[in-house]
């Protein structure tokens, strides 16, 4: 079963340049989440997709946008770019839908890293 | 909203030491789950714990869930050079979304 894929694995860009970057779960998996680490602030949750609704959000400007497609693949895209989004972004899928407030396991895929110059 | 913290930041063991991390929520968990990012890689989940008070091992991990559900604490005994990483616990306060906290990076000197 091949797991969480992202594309593209590296990349730089400027100042005020825009940025997207695309995930494909693990196959079955609806609930695809994002999350930007960084050395300082570890891993901070972005937004959570489920069946193409954005079921949560983290506390990022709107700059920061994601969608997710009827296949389950997801993308997120950050406009404007700043020095400090500088980052790894992972994009994880789950099979579990969150019922209850309980979220399932995740499953991170190697992570786009992005540089910002 | 809803914060976990997670301490130590850093903890360097010799090999064969014991090593704890904790993990505090400011609310209420309805899970609290562990995973492991070994050095250049992605986190890789550990475990799951829900119930109240409940304590899980695998092998030379400890895992504990604390009676309020708001902490949680990894416990590994006699670190080896492949327990090198960064180990982030994460809960789930009720909106279905897994918070990290910022994880404990362990060094194991052989």
């Known amino acids: 079963k091949a797991g969480v894929t992202q594309t593209p694995r590296y990349l730089i860009k400027t100042r005020g340049q825009q940025v997207t970057l695309s995930c494909s779960p693990i196959s079955g998996h609806r609930s695809v989440s994002w999350y930007q680490q960084t050395p300082g602030q570890g891993l901070q949750f972005l937004f959570e997709y489920f069946s193409e609704t954005q079921r949560n959000k983290g506390n990022f400007p709107g700059r920061f946008s994601g969608r997710q497609f009827s296949n389950s693949r997801s993308e997120m895209n950050v406009s404007t770019l700043e020095l400090g989004d500088s980052a790894l972004y992972l994009c994880?899928?789950?099979?579990?839908?969150?019922?209850?407030?309980?979220?399932?396991?995740?499953?991170f895929g190697e992570g786009s890293r992005l540089t910002v110059l | 909203g809803q914060q976990v913290m997670q301490i130590p930041q850093y903890q360097h063991v010799q090999e064969g030491e014991d090593f704890t991390t904790y993990c505090n929520s400011s609310t209420t968990l309805s899970n609290i789950q562990w995973y492991k990012q070994r050095p250049g890689g992605h986190p890789v989940f550990l475990i799951q714990?829900?119930?109240?008070?409940e304590v899980k091992k695998q092998k030379r991990l400890t895992f504990q869930f604390g009676e309020a559900k708001k902490n949680s604490s990894l416990h590994i005994t006699a670190t080896q050079t492949t327990d090198v990483g960064t180990y982030f616990c994460a809960g789930s306060g009720g909106q279905g979304n897994l918070i990290f906290g910022k994880g404990t990076k362990l060094s194991v000197k052989p």
């Open positions: 994880a899928s789950s099979l579990a839908s969150g019922y209850g407030g309980m979220a399932g396991e995740l499953f």
């Open positions: 714990l829900v119930k109240s008070g």
